[in-house]
């Protein structure tokens, strides 16, 4: 028992740690929150989480955790908000290769992410990290995605589809960070 408590107590601290690091690193109002229970609308995997407008959460703003990119903020009541996964298919993100300026925008589709029509030129290779671009001012440059883990051909031989699976889901995480742009927070 004593072990377990040891065990659960080195998790909690770590991420807490990775918190920490994830506030220095962003320039953006940081709030951290909790998943309250995952459901589905509309064949959208949604979670609800803690915070709400009360704790200046926004519509629109980025979700988080130490893994990477898990979201965004979909709907917003008193005291708490849904989020929408990244997977959703109602989802998409500017991103870039991690080791690269090569920009693209991910696509949810339900299960994963995609490119669904990316240049048969561009140098893209399974085990790419996407990382999201920071060109649209709402997710900061950096935040991890997922890595590719297929490219396949498409009816047009000048381009293929990319499948890209996420680093982390809503559902298998508890403590989560929802990025608010600066100029966002009232």
């Known amino acids: 028992m004593a072990n377990q408590t040891i065990i659960t107590l080195k998790s909690e601290n770590e991420t807490l740690r ?40 926004k519509e629109g ?13 979909y709907n917003v009541y008193d005291n708490s908000s849904e989020v929408t996964s990244l997977i959703s298919d109602q989802f998409g993100v500017p991103a870039m290769l991690e080791t690269d300026l090569q920009n693209s925008i991910l696509y949810g589709d339900g299960k994963n992410l995609i490119i669904p029509f990316s240049s048969v030129y561009n140098k893209i290779n399974i085990g790419d990290i996407y990382v999201t671009s920071g ?39 508890a403590q989560i960070t929802i990025i608010t ?5 009232k």
Request: no cysteine.
């Open 181 to 185: 742009p600066v100029g966002l927070r």
């Open 135 to 173: 060109l649209d001012k709402i997710y900061p440059k950096g935040i991890k995605i997922g890595r590719v883990t297929s490219i396949k051909p498409s009816s047009d031989t000048q381009f293929v589809k990319v499948i890209i699976i996420p680093f982390t889901r809503p559902e298998t995480s």
């Open 61 to 73: 703003s980025a979700v988080i955790n130490n893994f990477g990119l898990i979201g965004q903020i």
């Open 18 to 57: 990775n918190k920490l690091n994830l506030k220095k690193k962003y320039l953006f109002v940081n709030i951290d929150s909790e998943i309250i229970r995952p459901s589905t609308k509309v064949n959208q995997k949604i979670v609800t989480i803690n915070k709400g407008r009360n704790d200046y959460v």
